[in-house]
């Protein structure tokens, strides 16, 4: 399938990442140095650092709260969307703002059990436009490495994005911390790093 856009990048290509944690923003922040136009959503506002951070990658942010009619009416229809909630209900609230030829992937793992499901229309619709739904946990060897690569183009395209996701550290001898910090997400938090001493 040739995906490209005119002048053979992928500018014309519209990426939604929904969730705003961590592998929402490395998506965007992976999406946004392949040249596509990047809107990382959440049905809330965010918190400070993720303001820091989505400012520092250069991507758009929209509240999803009350659906995807505006986003759409804005910018059209969706080429990628990145799913990091694994929330039925959020795949089919966006379902039908998708393009044609277009890739609606899946990342997330639910946190709580959701039950819904995609009626005959929604699934015809999935084949008339050509959908592919596709998981994309990965694992290998060559996915590290090619992250490391990106990790450190960012660290020059995107100054400061990469440092401004460590929202708090934590030194391992404070268990209290690190069991709590483990348990339970704490408020306003992209990424805790629990740091062994030397």
Not at 42 to 66: A, C, Q, T, W
Not at 122 to 129: G, Q, R, S, V, W
Request: charged share 25%.
């Amino acid at each position: 399938m040739i995906w490209s856009c005119e002048d053979g990048t992928y500018r014309c290509r519209k990426a939604i990442v929904i969730g705003t944690g961590p592998i929402g923003m490395l998506v965007s922040m992976l999406l946004k140095s392949y040249g596509f136009r990047v809107t990382i959503v959440n049905r809330r506002d965010l918190y400070p650092h993720e303001k820091n951070m989505i400012s520092r990658i250069g991507v758009k942010f929209y509240n999803s709260l009350n659906g995807y009619e505006e986003l759409y009416k804005e910018i059209g229809p969706f080429d990628i969307i990145f799913d990091t909630t694994a929330k039925p209900s959020v795949i089919k609230s966006v379902l039908r703002f998708m393009n044609y030829n277009s890739i609606l992937a899946l990342f997330g793992f639910a946190r709580a059990p959701e039950r819904d499901y995609l009626d005959s229309e929604e699934l015809t619709m999935i084949a008339a436009k050509n959908i592919a739904l596709v998981g994309v946990v990965n694992g290998q060897k060559r996915h590290f490495e090619t992250a490391l690569e990106h990790i450190a183009s960012w660290k020059s395209s995107m100054p400061g994005a990469l440092e401004s996701m460590i929202t708090a550290r934590i030194e391992i001898e404070d268990r209290d911390r690190v069991l709590k910090v483990l348990r339970e997400k704490p408020p306003n938090e992209i990424k805790t790093l629990i740091v062994f001493s030397k």
